[in-house]
């Protein structure tokens, strides 16, 4: 794996450190999880970003990346059920 990818893993290893070892594994197996995580790091970024913006729709855009952050947490959450 490269710097990017390792970047990329960045928030979801942060906020499952206690899953870490099934990170590791899913990351290497499975380009789908992959995939979510690189989505999970975008939003987190992406909500950082707008939540220190001026621009009127910001807080919008705040509430938007939130919700999506919910949602690709709970899905974590599943995907990580099964694993040890």
């Not at 790091?41 to 990346?65: F, G, I």
Request: overall charge negative.
């Amino acid at each position: 794996m490269d710097c990017t990818m390792n970047d990329k893993m960045y928030h979801v290893f942060k906020r499952f450190p206690e899953k870490r070892k099934a990170i590791d594994l899913l990351i290497a197996e499975d380009s789908e999880f992959r995939s979510m995580c690189e989505d999970y790091d975008d939003c987190v970024q992406a909500c950082r970003y707008w939540d220190l913006s001026k621009d009127p729709e910001a807080e919008t855009r705040v509430n938007e990346y939130q919700i999506l952050i919910r949602e690709l947490e709970n899905e974590f959450i599943e995907t990580l059920k099964g694993e040890i």
